[in-house]
Nanobody, 123 residues
């Protein structure tokens, strides 16, 4: 059973940065990966995605130029560097592995999910 484990969340002041990490426990590899976030009473939205083969990156419009997704294929680890954080970035952040077809922003395309890490940005 593959499990994804996120780390790096926390409480930061607006304008600061955080880097989230996502690593698998168990045998894992070869998946496109995504970072999603979910604020209270809101749906889970894609923040950024990265493909396995070419490393093509996708970003939500709201984080373009501020967040950077990257991966270390040798370690099967995915990172999300978040700069200039704003209070509206406050959410639980999840990493996920895309297994099925469909849009990269569709949560149903992802099979494996982490437990989430809380990011809270204070003003």
């Amino acid at each position: 059973q593959v499990q994804l484990v996120e780390s790096g969340g926390g409480l930061v002041q607006a304008g600061n940065s955080l880097t989230l990490s996502c690593a698998p426990s168990g045998r894992f590899g070869g998946y496109d990966m995504g970072w999603f976030r979910q604020a209270p009473e809101k749906k889970r939205d894609l923040v950024a995605g990265i493909t396995w083969g070419t490393g093509t990156k996708y970003y939500a419009d709201s984080v373009k130029g501020l967040f950077t997704i990257s991966r270390d294929n040798a370690k099967n680890t995915v990172f999300l560097r978040m700069n200039s954080l704003k209070p509206e970035d406050t959410a639980v952040y999840y990493c996920a592995a895309r297994v099925f077809g469909g849009s990269y922003s569709d949560t149903s395309a992802y099979r494996y999910w982490g437990q989430g890490t809380q990011v809270t940005v204070s003003s």
